[in-house]
């Protein structure tokens, strides 16, 4: 997915919560992988607070991300949400296929 050419690119820094929903042609399992990589542990450090099938969400530095994916079709849909991480949830998403 590509950044629309708009000012959201501009603003994504300045907001303090964020919604996206995109589709990628990744498997749900690769994706949570990647999800996993990019904001736990080996990431941004952030806690792994709740696991669940189709579902992530990651806490800390007075924030969180909360991910959910599923199959729709060949693709997966992926819903993420932020309060306090708008900037990484944007690059997260502008690297997914």
Do not use: Q, Y
């Amino acid at each position: 997915m590509k950044a629309p050419p708009c000012a959201f690119n501009e603003i994504v820094g300045k907001i303090g919560a964020l919604t996206l929903e995109v589709r990628t042609p990744l498997p749900a399992e690769e994706l949570e992988a990647r999800l996993m990589a990019f904001f736990g542990a080996g990431g941004l450090g952030l806690d792994l607070e709740e696991e669940t099938a189709g579902r992530l969400r990651f806490g800390g530095g007075g924030g969180h991300v909360t991910a959910a994916f599923r199959p729709d079709g060949d693709r997966t849909l992926l819903r993420i949400s932020t309060s306090g991480w708008a900037e990484p949830v944007k690059r997260f998403v502008t690297g997914l296929p």
